[in-house]
């Protein structure tokens, strides 16, 4: 009997102590805290996408060019702004919609979260592809002759695989090789374009942090196309992210900015915009 009831007990600890083995295993296998705010940076798209069930609201806007007082800098010249809605079918499919005033743009993109950086280094980086497929609805007429215009001309094309990792809680740094196609674009321009991307998040406060990206197209077409720069600052709380920046581009949208951005950033072609993003 004494031999049976040490044989339970010796049974029981090694059960015990192996779960604590593994349960240990598993926490430290788990994900990191989220390396950005919310599914974007300031314009290009992070790692992170919204919990399943979960919706992500943006609102982008962007004034206009920095010239002088008279219009306060950029304030009461023309806006751009996009609307943008998200939803994370699951905790790694994201789909979501928006649409942008510069050019009656209208998307659809999909983000899809291919692994994620774990506590233990396991996995040292995370990686998502995003994609989306974006309509110009302007009208007939700014797609050139009546009798060339196709339906086709209106739509454009992005695939991205960006790759993120987070430093010691508090510096996060990605980068997303880019690959851009346009069905129709202005003489002098490229239907297809390719970008490497670079962003990064130093958290200094709590949850306010300092954001940045920088965009270079890789393949120049005749006309000047010139880098996408972008730095601010971010505010956060648990369901908000607020970011005020500075920019050389007006347009949103990626698809656009990395195939027809013409402010060169030497020559002081910088405006101000910000994001809002709203979890629910």
């Given at each position: 009997?004494k031999?049976?009831?040490?044989?339970?007990?010796?049974?029981?600890?090694c059960?015990f102590?192996?779960?604590?083995?593994?349960?240990s295993q598993?926490e430290e296998d788990l994900?990191?805290?989220?390396?950005?705010?919310?599914i974007s940076l300031?314009?290009?798209?992070?790692?992170?996408?919204p919990?399943k069930?979960t919706?992500?609201f943006?609102i982008q806007?962007?004034?206009?060019q920095?010239?002088e007082?008279?219009?306060?800098?950029?304030i009461?010249?023309?806006?751009?702004?996009?609307?943008?809605?998200?939803?994370?079918?699951?905790?790694?499919?994201?789909?979501?919609?928006?649409?942008t005033?510069?050019?009656?743009?209208?998307?659809l993109e999909?983000k899809?979260?291919?692994?994620?950086?774990?506590?233990?280094?396991?996995?040292?980086?995370?990686?998502?592809y995003y994609?989306n497929?974006?309509?110009d609805?302007?009208g007939d007429e700014?797609?050139g002759?009546?009798e060339?215009?196709r339906f086709i001309?209106?739509?454009s094309?992005?695939?991205?695989?960006?790759?993120?990792?987070n430093?010691?809680?508090?510096?996060?740094?990605?980068?997303?090789?880019t690959?851009?196609?346009?069905?129709?674009v202005p003489?002098?321009?490229?239907?297809?374009?390719?970008s490497?991307y670079?962003g990064?998040?130093?958290?200094?406060?709590?949850?306010h942090s300092?954001v940045?990206?920088y965009?270079?197209?890789?393949?120049?077409?005749?006309?000047?196309?010139?880098?996408?720069?972008a730095?601010?600052?971010?505010?956060?709380t648990?369901?908000?992210?607020f970011?005020i920046?500075v920019?050389?581009?007006?347009?949103?949208?990626?698809?656009?900015?990395i195939?027809?951005?013409?402010?060169?950033?030497?020559?002081?072609?910088?405006?101000?915009g910000?994001?809002?993003?709203?979890?629910?």
């Amino acid at each position: 009997m004494k031999k049976n009831t040490f044989l339970i007990c010796l049974v029981c600890l090694c059960i015990f102590l192996f779960s604590g083995n593994v349960f240990s295993q598993d926490e430290e296998d788990l994900p990191i805290r989220p390396p950005f705010e919310t599914i974007s940076l300031i314009d290009n798209q992070t790692t992170v996408s919204p919990f399943k069930g979960t919706f992500n609201f943006e609102i982008q806007h962007r004034f206009s060019q920095i010239r002088e007082l008279a219009d306060l800098f950029g304030i009461y010249g023309t806006a751009n702004t996009r609307l943008a809605l998200a939803y994370g079918v699951t905790d790694r499919i994201m789909v979501g919609v928006g649409t942008t005033r510069d050019y009656m743009l209208q998307d659809l993109e999909w983000k899809y979260a291919i692994m994620t950086q774990t506590r233990s280094g396991k996995i040292p980086v995370s990686l998502s592809y995003y994609g989306n497929a974006v309509l110009d609805a302007r009208g007939d007429e700014n797609f050139g002759p009546e009798e060339e215009y196709r339906f086709i001309h209106r739509l454009s094309y992005l695939n991205q695989l960006i790759v993120s990792r987070n430093f010691a809680g508090k510096f996060s740094f990605q980068v997303a090789p880019t690959f851009v196609y346009h069905n129709a674009v202005p003489e002098g321009y490229r239907n297809a374009n390719a970008s490497i991307y670079f962003g990064g998040r130093l958290m200094v406060l709590g949850f306010h942090s300092i954001v940045f990206e920088y965009d270079q197209p890789l393949l120049m077409p005749e006309e000047d196309v010139y880098p996408n720069i972008a730095a601010g600052v971010e505010f956060g709380t648990s369901t908000h992210a607020f970011r005020i920046f500075v920019s050389n581009y007006n347009a949103i949208i990626r698809n656009r900015s990395i195939a027809f951005n013409g402010n060169n950033p030497f020559d002081g072609d910088y405006q101000f915009g910000f994001n809002i993003s709203v979890r629910f």
